[in-house]
Nanobody
Framework: QVQLVESGGGLVQPGGSLRLSCAASGIRFSSSTMAWYRQTPGAQRELVASITTITSTHYADSVKGRFTISRDNTKNTVYLQMNSLKSEDTAVYYC?????????WGQGTQVTVSS
């Protein structure tokens, strides 16, 4: 049974930082590309960042230079370090296993950037 549990969201001021975590179970984590998506009300879920099994990374243009995705295969966890946060980063953030289990989603974690 695939489970994805996101955590680490919260309220932060513009320019601040947050680190999101996603603990995965029920998958061969070390063999899986992992990704972070985000969604705002009324909008489609959008890809934020992804990391392959050999730690090649991809970022949406809107977060390049500010966000960093990483993974710890010993903990079956993927992280998203978010720096220099902007109000437009406000969203619910989800992790996903885009190649092997694209239809499985966790509950997400809310990130709100506001002064």
């Amino acid at each position: 049974q695939v489970q994805l549990v996101e955590s680490g969201g919260g309220l932060v001021q513009p320019g601040g930082s947050l680190r999101l975590s996603c603990a995965a179970s029920g998958i061969r984590f070390s063999s899986s590309t992992m990704a972070w998506y985000r969604q705002t009300p009324g909008a489609q879920r959008e890809l934020v960042a992804s990391i392959t099994t050999i730690t090649s990374t991809h970022y949406a243009d809107s977060v390049k230079g500010r966000f960093t995705i990483s993974r710890d295969n010993t903990k079956n966890t993927v992280y998203l370090q978010m720096n220099s946060l902007k109000s437009e980063d406000t969203a619910v953030y989800y992790c996903n296993v885009p190649v092997r289990y694209p239809n499985y989603w966790g509950q997400g974690t809310q990130v709100t950037v506001s002064s």
